[in-house]
């Protein structure tokens, strides 16, 4: 249990004990209330909204119920002073202990602290990348690459059962596309002059090599067949290659995916039928007619008979149809079925990655989901904002081999794994990211890749003069937890402390609102406090880690480095990142 859920028990046994009392009368279930860092150090060491969260339902002021609770908070032998600040906050104060003995907690519990039961097993489903394969992946791709294989790594750490899934349309006209374009290049393999690619086909070279295996595999057999007879050949061809491209290229920044479904397996196994019929049992599907779309003139309007779903029920602004006017299905009709399946293989969370250009599409799916499930399985979205590419603050010429696109393999080999995994953390999604290949491989405190790594490059240095002094036996972490960790009291050591305990608070906090960029915020909040103690110990020699005539301090601050170590190690591998043990002349091997 940790230092943030021990205090928050106790206020909430507290809260039951002057309920019994008499103290505090409130009506319904216990509120909902936080433990958290206070916004400045100066205010303590906890701070909880609790006395607020209480106001209303016990028809008290905050600070009249924080009255109430001080004597009784003040009896926690964790704590040592707890004080009013605000409206209403309650700020708490604990012993130097407390912290000191997080140490040893971190030392014990190794890359496992900071693992929590939060998810309680609960099977969870991430869709991401999801690109139609027509081409290799892109700068527009690994955003949503990075972010769901961290919210699942992150996820995981917490307590789910996490499924990492792939979604790729393989039956619209794209792949139609896809199919002529290759078979045009097909022909240019085999000595055809085929010009300049026609506009509307795709321009990238990258599929002569798809066409060079189709030679290799069947020879001349289509090159002056009619496209009735080649177009399904090709295309089945052509989406076999492209997937394979594709995992190959999520491979090279460690993303894998344990399943992946396509479009064309749903229409042709009888999935669209299947949720429809299920619908319809429900009483979900009727015949009748939409008003006009709202904000449009269109004189010419008239109302239609449609096959509707009553999304209506379930929060949505408007039902929606089903089928077309020719009885066809409408073009939700696929992700209708694909959210049915994803509930049926008994996930209770759905989450998807999609770009920004996916609007209104939560407002759709929610719906149906909450309809199949009978509102017992959640469904978030996460909406990827734009990422443009720079070089040294100039755009980036673009690939013509790539069809003018940055690709993800083009940034691997000018970054390195990490430093594109984590700068795509940097932002909340939400936000545009601009990415600049100078700037996230330079080696300044401005680079938030170069300052986390640079943090735990640091770390093993200092454990390598620590091996000067003391065995290799007596720097493992099982062994450090007997260092008398009394000895560090000074105040940015103690900081420090707190910075790691929190930790597990942000597994918790960002697994709950599916923010993985929370991770890679924290990693750089504790970079600064490691930094800051480290700069601290070149200008006081009394606050440096080695003291050569002090063993029993120089152990005592390996403990404290070697804890600092495991929690960036264990956000580091929550993002995916390698952490390194030294910096040289680049950051493009994290």
């Not at 394979?244 to 064309?264: C, K, P, S, V, Y």
């Not at 691997?412 to 794994?417: A, F, I, L, P």
């Not at 720097?475 to 790691?500: N, R």
Request: overall charge negative; aromatic content about 8%.
């Amino acid at each position: 249990m940790t230092i943030y859920s021990t205090i928050h028990n106790f206020i909430a046994t507290s809260i039951q004990e002057a309920e019994k009392n008499g103290d505090l009368v409130f009506s319904g279930e216990m509120p909902n209330f936080v433990v958290e860092p206070p916004r400045e150090a100066a205010h303590g060491d906890l701070a909880t909204n609790v006395a607020m969260m209480l106001a209303k339902p016990a028809g008290k002021p905050p600070r009249v119920i924080a009255e109430i609770l001080k004597p009784k908070l003040a009896a926690h032998p964790f704590i040592t002073a707890v004080e009013m600040a605000g409206p209403g906050f309650i700020n708490l104060r604990l012993k130097p202990d407390v912290w000191q003995d997080e140490v040893k907690e971190i030392l014990r519990e190794g890359l496992h602290y900071g693992d929590s039961k939060l998810g309680q097993g609960q099977k969870v489903n991430i869709e991401y990348v999801s690109a139609n394969p027509t081409g290799p992946m892109h700068v527009g791709h690994v955003r949503g690459a990075v972010v769901g294989d961290v919210l699942a790594n992150l996820l995981e750490k917490a307590g789910y059962e996490v499924e990492r899934e792939y979604y790729f349309n393989d039956a619209g006209t794209q792949v139609d596309v896809l199919a002529r374009t290759v078979h045009l290049r097909y022909r240019e393999a085999l000595g055809d002059d085929i010009g300049e690619i026609p506009e509307g086909l795709y321009p990238g070279e990258y599929l002569k090599d798809v066409a060079a295996a189709l030679v290799a595999r069947d020879g001349k057999t289509w090159r002056i067949r009619p496209e009735n007879e080649w177009l399904v050949p090709i295309r089945d061809f052509a989406v076999e290659k492209m997937m394979q491209m594709i995992r190959e290229d999520l491979a090279l920044i460690g993303i894998t995916h344990e399943t992946f479904t396509n479009e064309r397996d749903l229409i042709d196994n009888g999935s669209l039928d299947k949720a429809f019929k299920v619908l319809e049992s429900k009483g979900l599907i009727y015949v009748g007619t939409l008003p006009p779309p709202k904000g449009k003139v269109m004189e010419d309007w008239e109302p239609f008979p449609l096959t509707l779903f009553r999304s209506s029920r379930f929060g949505d602004s408007t039902d929606r149809p089903l089928k077309k006017r020719d009885g066809t299905w409408a073009y939700i009709m696929p992700d209708i079925a694909y959210h049915y399946d994803k509930i049926r293989r008994g996930y209770v969370i759905l989450i998807n990655i999609l770009g920004t250009d996916h609007g209104g599409y939560l407002e759709r799916m929610r719906p149906v989901v909450a309809a199949f499930s009978d509102g017992k399985v959640r469904l978030e979205v996460i909406f990827n904002n734009i990422v443009k590419v720079f070089k040294n603050g100039e755009p980036v010429k673009l690939s013509k081999r790539s069809g003018n696109l940055v690709t993800l393999r083009e940034m691997v080999e000018q970054v390195g794994v990490g430093a594109v995994r984590f700068f795509m953390l940097t932002r909340d999604p939400k936000s545009p990211l601009d990415f600049d290949f100078v700037k996230v491989v330079e080696q300044t405190r401005d680079n938030p890749v170069f300052y986390v790594q640079y943090a735990h490059a640091r770390c093993c240095s200092i454990l390598r003069h620590a091996a000067e002094i003391f065995s290799p036996d007596e720097l493992l972490p099982e062994v450090l937890t007997a260092a008398d960790m009394s000895l560090l009291v000074s105040p940015d050591e103690l900081q420090l402390i707190k910075g790691m305990a929190n930790w597990s608070r942000v597994v918790e906090s960002a697994a709950l609102a599916c923010e993985p960029h929370r991770i890679a915020f924290y990693l750089m909040e504790l970079a600064a406090l490691f930094h800051g103690l480290w700069n601290k110990g070149n200008d006081n020699a009394a606050l440096r880690f080695i003291v050569a005539d002090d063993k029993n301090l120089t152990r005592a601050r390996s403990a404290l480095i070697k804890s600092v170590q495991i929690v960036l190690q264990s956000g580091l591998a929550v993002m995916g990142c390698a952490p390194l043990e030294e910096l040289r002349n680049d950051i493009t091997s994290t």
